[in-house]
């Protein structure tokens, strides 16, 4: 089942790291039940919930949202520029100890026969320091798969983002490499910093709305509202660009339904939302540039929605809160969430059922619109799994 792209943004290069058919969309039936039945808000429209899985995406180890974004950084990893005398590029990544990131840059590695340098960093967030077994924090979840996909693992004492005063140590990782004969590519946290991170999202906005087509949806036929996690950014971001294409596209087949709208669902109290906002429209703007349209008029910061009520005490922190979602999540429907990211997204998700949050959004953004019968949500599966293992100190059954 192959995406159709308009023709600007199908010619960019891109490397197949996921399944050839899209990743699953799926009911929620029985969460649906359980949100509507135990909703505050009088005479409110059915929400229908759905999923996206992209943690069933791709045949490789930890299948999450980092491989779609991978898939266009790929052809530029291999391109003769990133082989300096011929030399073979060594990705080098990094990210907080239990990163999903660099699990699968390590796979990515793999595949393309390179070496990968991993850079962990217990300073980032505070699900160490929340462990009470850390040294099973440091060798379990995603610290353990890094090191069995075969990359040189750094356990560094920093943070992903040096304080002030703190010098970077990836530059100096980085002229190392180089001074060993080695051809260092590197690779954001999280991807959203490198000029092609938004790529992948904006892709997937198309395959999604491809995707309605089968899901029979009542209401307005699409999915109204899409619910994702927001760390490092690219992922909002290019959903968002590609969002804003194809309502371009439908509006010139003569579409008159209300757009989609994305929200983000903030994963870190580290940087205030004010800050994530900023991140999130400049990598609109730079997806939106290179799939064909005008990045200053086509986006702004209207279509950036972010909420930073449910992000907890601290980056990778399980807070009771967010424990209590991974429970509704495995008890209700049977899927298995993961405590840094997807979470905190049904935590917030179910939120914005229960207490009419949603209604109160429609009203406010669709005034033209007649308050509808029922609505659909697609909350995405960004993965991320694998870093349980480390949380089973926190998690209680």
């Known amino acids: 089942m192959a995406v159709s792209l308009p023709t600007a943004f199908a010619q960019i290069p891109r490397y197949p790291l996921l399944y050839p058919h899209p990743s699953p969309i799926h009911p929620l039936t029985l969460l649906s039940a359980y949100l509507n039945n135990n909703n505050d808000t009088t005479k409110a429209p059915y929400i229908s919930l759905y999923a996206k899985r992209e943690d069933h995406s791709s045949p490789f180890a930890c299948a999450g ?3 779609r974004k991978l898939e266009y950084i ?7 520029h990133s082989r300096p005398n011929g030399t073979p590029p060594t990705l080098v990544t990094e990210g907080a100890v239990q990163s999903n990131h660099t ?3 390590a796979a990515v590695a793999n595949r393309l026969g390179l070496e990968a340098v991993i850079v962990l960093h217990k300073g ?3 699900g160490l320091a929340a462990a009470t077994d850390k040294a099973s924090f440091l060798r379990s979840g995603n610290a353990q798969l890094v090191r069995l996909l075969g990359a040189e693992v750094r356990i560094l004492e920093s943070s992903t983002v040096p304080a002030d005063g703190e010098e970077d140590p990836i530059p100096g990782i980085l002229e190392e490499l180089r001074g060993e004969s080695k051809a260092p590519y590197w690779i954001p946290s999280g991807a959203s910093l490198h000029p092609l991170g938004g790529l992948g999202y904006a892709r997937c906005a198309f395959e999604i709305a491809m995707q309605e087509q089968a899901q029979e949806l009542n209401g307005s036929g699409r999915f109204d509202y899409i619910f994702v996690a927001c760390g490092s950014g690219s992922t909002v971001g290019g959903l968002i660009a590609g969002l804003k294409l194809l309502e371009k596209v439908e509006g010139r087949s003569g579409s008159t339904k209300p ?3 994305v929200i983000g669902i903030l994963t870190s109290p580290t940087k205030p939302r004010k800050y994530h906002e900023g991140r999130v429209l400049a990598f609109a703007r730079r997806a939106a540039g290179l799939i064909g349209l005008d990045p200053g008029n086509d986006i702004s910061m209207e279509d950036v ?3 930073d009520r449910f992000v907890g005490t601290a980056y990778g922190v399980l807070d009771p809160q967010t424990s209590t979602a991974l429970d509704l999540m495995a008890q209700r429907e049977a899927i298995i969430l993961d405590p840094v990211y997807t979470a905190k997204v049904i935590r917030g998700l179910a939120h914005w059922v229960q207490q009419g949050d949603l209604v109160k959004d429609w009203s406010l953004h669709t005034r033209n619109w007649d308050r509808p019968d029922s609505m659909n949500l697609l909350f995405i ?3 991320g799994q694998a870093a349980l293992g ?3 100190d926190l998690v209680e059954s």
């Open 65 to 67: 949202n980092k491989y």
């Open 259 to 261: 757009p989609r709208k």
């Open 124 to 126: 980032t967030g505070g």
């Open 103 to 105: 699990v699968q840059v």
């Open 390 to 392: 480390a949380y089973a």
């Open 381 to 383: 599966h960004t993965g």
């Open 305 to 307: 929605r972010l909420d």
């Open 74 to 80: 790929v052809p530029d990893i291999l391109a003769p």
